[in-house]
């Protein structure tokens, strides 16, 4: 399947939008007559608002990253693994054991990102097994984009191939080592991982801490710069990703 940088667009924009407030009167620009579900897990700060458009049959799940003021590249530890069996992986048990344990396969994920994750993940499951869509397009921003990958491979698991699901991330960190990137590259190919200048975020967890990112990586704006911090976190902002992006669906024209 080849890359549409229209598409590409218009989950940046929804993984823009999903940062307002996070209520009821939240719309998407795309489709402001749509209700979305929204899903708001307080104890692991994860939020999530799943659309269906069904002139499209098209769904998609938005993943909200963290606000800025809880400083997650900070706060998380990211030496936390944790081995998860179940959907995620290569082995054929359908649910999530009740606590991490050790994984035959060798896939390992941050333990951060999964708990995060696995906090909404019966209510996603629930809306897209109801869901009459057949694509589903799953999209986030920095930790959002995390999310969005864990969730993924997840749908990918226990509804292929009911339906088809795509991946677009901007800005997203690495989720685990070198085995789980090999599982989910298998699992999900229909997968784009945009990464804009020198945004910090999509380094992070080191390669030397065993994180390994997914395929496919498309960079923006590549160059070198003295603003090695401030320059890196401009370069992470979400509407430099849509700028970018702007410019590759006119050049599509």
């Not at 999903?18 to 749509?34: A, G, I, K, T």
């Not at 959002?144 to 491979?153: F, N, P, R, T």
């Amino acid at each position: 399947m080849e890359l549409d940088y229209k598409v590409a667009l218009r989950c940046a924009h929804l993984s823009n939008e999903v940062y307002r407030d996070f209520n009821e009167r939240l719309r998407f620009s795309m489709r402001p007559n749509l209700m979305p579900t929204l899903f708001d897990i307080e104890r692991t700060d994860t939020q999530v608002a799943l659309l269906e458009d069904p002139e499209t049959q098209c769904g998609y799940v938005i993943f909200r990253g963290s606000d800025a003021d809880r400083d997650w590249l900070t706060n998380l530890d990211f030496a936390r693994w944790s081995a998860v069996t179940g959907a995620v992986i290569d082995n054929k048990q359908l649910d999530y054991p009740a606590v991490y344990g050790t994984s035959q396969s060798g896939v390992k994920m941050h333990s951060g990102f999964t708990k995060a994750y696995l906090a909404a993940r019966s209510e996603i499951q629930s809306v897209v097994h109801q869901s009459e869509m057949t694509r589903w397009l799953v999209t986030g921003h920095s930790l959002g984009g995390a999310l969005a990958k864990l969730c993924a491979v997840d749908l990918q698991y226990n509804f292929s191939p009911d339906i088809s699901v795509e991946v677009y991330t901007f800005g997203a960190p690495r989720v685990g080592n070198k085995a789980f990137a090999e599982s989910y590259n298998r699992r999900v190919p229909n997968t784009w991982r945009f990464v804009n200048g020198n945004d910090v975020v999509s380094g992070l967890p080191r390669r030397w801490q065993r994180y390994r990112h997914v395929d496919e990586r498309i960079r923006f704006n590549v160059m070198f710069s003295w603003r090695i911090i401030s320059g890196s976190l401009q370069d992470h902002r979400i509407d430099r990703y849509i700028a970018a992006l702007e410019k590759r669906a006119d050049q599509e024209k």
